[in-house]
C-alpha cells in the first residue's frame, strides 16, 4: 500500500509530535478521509524522511507523531537549476510541477521583456508562496524527500548579472530554436546545470544576446516551436537521461 506522504518543516525528530498547519490537516481529514493512527511518510524538504502517524493534538487540532528515519530516494546527480520566465497562472504552476517531478534542485522565476505577468513586490511574494505549494505538493506525489530550492523572482537583468558574476562551476545554457546544438552535444560528467526558458513568446532578441554575453550556451531542442511549459518539462528530462537519472 502506498502510504500519504506529509511536507514537515524541518526538524524531523524521532519520538515528537508536530502540529499541521490548517491547510495540510483539511487536506488529511477531510480531502483524504484519514483518520488518527493512519501511517505517514514524513519528509521535511530537505532530505530527510521519517515514518508518522496521524494524531490530534491536545489543542483540538490535528498533529503527526514522527517515527523511525527512512531511507529516502536518492536525488539526481544532475543539480539542475530551472530559470522560467514567469508565465500565466497554470503554465507557471505545471512548469514547476513538472520540474519538481523530473528532479531539478532550484527553481528561479524570471520577469521578462515577453512575461504577460507583472508583479509588485507584495504580488511576487504571494506567487513565491503559491509556487512554493505547488512544489511541495508535486514533492509530495512523486516520492521526493527534497523540494526544489525556490528562488524570489526577479528581473532576468539581475539574474544575468549574478550569472556572470558567479563561479558554481555551472554549465548554462538557453533555450533558442536557432541554435545549432541539441542536447547531446554536451559534454558527459556535469554536474551542474542551469536551464534558461523564456515565457509565452520566448526571450526577446536582446536578452537571448545578454544571456550569450552571460556566459550561456545557446540549446535546440527539436525542429517544433514548444509551449513555454512544454519546453520546460522537455528539456529537463532528455538532460536528466543523457546527464542524470533517468532512463
Do not use: N
Request: positive net charge; glycine residues 10%; charged residues 20%.
Amino acid at each position: 500500500m502506498r502510504l500519504t506522504r506529509v511536507c514537515v518543516p524541518p526538524p524531523l525528530v524521532a519520538g515528537e509530535r508536530r502540529q499541521l498547519a490548517p491547510g495540510t490537516a483539511a487536506h488529511l481529514t477531510r480531502v483524504l478521509r484519514l483518520e488518527a493512527g493512519a501511517p505517514l511518510v514524513l519528509f521535511d524538504g530537505a532530505g530527510a524522511e521519517h515514518t508518522g502517524t496521524l494524531a490530534r493534538s491536545h489543542a483540538g487540532g490535528v498533529a503527526v507523531e514522527v517515527g523511525a528515519p527512512r531511507v529516502p530516494l536518492p536525488e539526481s546527480p544532475l543539480a539542475i537549476t530551472l530559470a522560467q520566465g514567469v508565465s500565466r497562472g497554470e503554465r507557471m504552476d505545471y512548469a514547476i510541477q513538472k520540474a519538481t517531478e523530473l528532479g531539478v534542485a532550484a527553481i528561479a522565476p524570471l520577469l521578462c521583456e515577453r512575461s504577460v505577468v507583472r508583479l509588485d513586490a507584495a504580488q511576487a511574494e504571494r506567487r513565491a508562496e503559491h509556487w512554493r505549494a505547488v512544489a511541495v505538493a508535486a514533492a509530495e506525489q512523486c516520492g521526493r524527500a527534497v523540494v526544489p530550492v525556490l528562488q524570489p523572482p526577479r528581473r532576468l537583468a539581475a539574474h544575468l548579472d549574478a550569472a556572470a558574476a558567479a563561479r558554481d562551476g555551472s554549465v548554462r545554457l538557453v533555450l533558442a530554436p536557432g541554435a545549432s546544438d541539441g542536447p547531446a552535444a554536451l559534454p558527459r560528467g556535469l554536474a551542474r546545470l542551469e536551464l534558461l526558458i523564456g515565457p509565452e513568446g520566448g526571450l526577446a532578441d536582446g536578452e537571448l544576446a545578454a544571456a550569450a554575453a552571460a556566459g550561456y550556451r545557446p540549446l535546440r531542442l527539436g525542429p517544433r516551436i514548444l509551449r513555454t511549459e512544454t519546453a520546460a518539462a522537455a528539456a529537463i528530462a532528455v538532460l536528466q537521461a543523457l546527464l542524470g537519472d533517468l532512463g
